[in-house]
C-alpha cells in the first residue's frame, strides 16, 4: 500500500499542480483579455472622437459651402436685379416723346455749351431736331447713337459725350452703394 499512497501523493501533487498552472494561465489569460477590452475600448473611444470631430468638421464646411452657394445666387440675382433696372431706365430715356427728348437734349446742351461754344451736335438717325431746335450750330446724324447726343467743336479738338447710355452709365457707376441700399435695404 505505500506503493499506492506514494503514487496517490504524486498524483495529487501533479493534480495540485496543473490546476495552478491552469488557474494561473486562466488568470493570465482574463488579464490578457481584460488588458484586450481596455486597448479595444481606448481605441475605439478615440476614434469615435476623430469621427465625431470630422463629422463636426464637414458639417460646419458643408453649412459655409451652402451659406456661400447662397449668398453667390443672392448676389446674381441683385446683379440681374440692378441690369434690368439700367436696361429699364435707358429703354425708357430713349423711347421718351419727341417732346421730351427736346428738353432734355437742348438742356444738355445748355450745360455742356460752356465747355464748347457754336457746338455741332451729333444726334440719333432717328432723332429729327434742326440745328435751331438745339440752339446749335450744325447737327449731324450718326446711326450708332441711339438717344443723346454728342457735341463737338467746330475744329473736331473738343468731344462731349452726352448719349443717354454714356451719362447713366456715369451716374450708375458713381451711385451704385447709395442704389443697391435703396433696393435691398
Do not use: C, H
Request: no cysteine; hydrophobic share 40%; net charge negative.
Amino acid at each position: 500500500m505505500a506503493l499506492e499512497n506514494v503514487t496517490k501523493d504524486i498524483q495529487a501533487d501533479a493534480d495540485a499542480k496543473v490546476r495552478s498552472i491552469q488557474d494561473g494561465a486562466k488568470a493570465e489569460i482574463d488579464r490578457i483579455f481584460a488588458d484586450a477590452e481596455a486597448a479595444i475600448s481606448d481605441m475605439k473611444e478615440r476614434e469615435d472622437k476623430k469621427l465625431e470631430s470630422e463629422i463636426g468638421r464637414l458639417d460646419r464646411q458643408v453649412i459655409s459651402s451652402a451659406e456661400l452657394e447662397s449668398k453667390n445666387l443672392i448676389l446674381a440675382k441683385k446683379k440681374e436685379i440692378l441690369a434690368r433696372t439700367f436696361n429699364d431706365v435707358l429703354a425708357e430715356l430713349e423711347s421718351s416723346s419727341k417732346k421730351d427728348k427736346l428738353a432734355r437734349y437742348k438742356s444738355l446742351i445748355e450745360e455742356a455749351g460752356q465747355l464748347i461754344p457754336d457746338a455741332i451736335a451729333v444726334i440719333s438717325d432717328k432723332d429729327d431736331f434742326s440745328a435751331e431746335e438745339l440752339g446749335v450750330e450744325a447737327v449731324e446724324k450718326d446711326n450708332r447713337i441711339v438717344a443723346g447726343l454728342i457735341l463737338r467743336s467746330k475744329d473736331g479738338s473738343t468731344e462731349v459725350d452726352l448719349q443717354y447710355r454714356t451719362l447713366l452709365t456715369g451716374i450708375w457707376d458713381s451711385n451704385l452703394k447709395a442704389l443697391s441700399d435703396i433696393l435691398f435695404g
